[in-house]
């Protein structure tokens, strides 16, 4: 069965330092991986998405993820953080065979001025 | 973008009664919706899953004479939580999937917020 973890259920940030959210899954097949963000009382945006080709992806708001088939990775960053990126941030992946997505846990994160 | 619109934001029910909920893709055509239920500071649950057409597929351990699905055309999809309870009391996100368009993307809805007292 598909799986999704992402380590660390709270990341704290200062302003301008660099994030990184952190996301692993377990597939037998390389699955199609994305990053969503949600604001409280608000549904999931997407953030970015890897399905085939470049490994390296860049999304709104300045993130970029990498897909990693070697580590089974696909870790979220952004330069900078800024204050308005503190929300919720869920990682999830889909087999296309199965037609569902998995989504992680969540991370929540904290910006300090 | 593809959009997604639910309806209502917020909703308090008594006990006992029954509350709809709309999901509309306002400018896509989704083969796929889905409904997830999230609890506070927790991660989506996956409810059902809906085609257009067809009966709803549930998750394990959710009682479909209790979240009626239906799916009647490519744009809506309606939840219908029956005989509420306030143990139902939760935030529902629909989501859908386009019919062409990026692969397996979801868009989101808004959310409902939903009180049972």
């Known amino acids: 069965a598909q799986s999704v973890t992402q380590l660390g259920s709270h990341v704290s940030v200062s302003e301008g330092a660099l994030v990184l959210l952190r996301c692993n899954y377990s597939?037998?097949?390389?699955?199609?991986l994305f990053w969503y963000v949600q604001y409280p009382n608000q549904g999931p945006q997407l953030l970015l998405k890897?399905?085939?080709?470049?490994?390296l992806v860049k999304g709104i708001n300045g993130f970029e993820a990498e897909f990693k088939k070697s580590e089974t990775s696909f870790h979220l960053t952004k330069p900078s953080a800024h204050m308005s990126d503190a929300a919720e941030y869920f990682c999830a992946a889909i087999n296309t065979n199965a037609g569902k997505s998995t989504f992680g846990d969540g991370t929540t994160l904290t910006v300090k001025p | 973008g593809a959009v997604v619109s639910q309806h209502p934001s917020r909703v308090i029910c008594k006990s006992g009664t029954s509350v709809k909920i709309e999901c509309r893709s306002l400018d896509f055509q989704a083969t796929t919706m889905f409904w997830y239920r999230q609890f506070p500071k927790q991660s989506l649950m996956l409810m059902a899953t809906?085609?257009?057409?067809?009966?709803?597929?549930?998750e394990q351990g959710v009682e479909k004479d209790k979240f009626l699905i239906n799916h009647a055309s490519l744009t809506l999809s309606t939840l219908t939580v029956t005989s509420a309870h306030p143990e139902d009391s939760s935030f529902y996100i629909c989501?859908?999937?386009?019919?062409?368009?990026?692969?397996?993307?979801?868009?989101f809805g808004p959310g409902t917020r939903l009180t049972v007292t």
């Open positions: 890897y399905t085939t080709g470049a490994t």
């Open positions: 597939s037998s097949v390389p699955p199609y």
């Open positions: 989501s859908a999937r386009a019919l062409a368009g990026g692969p397996y993307e979801q868009y």
């Open positions: 809906s085609n257009e057409g067809s009966k709803a597929t549930y």
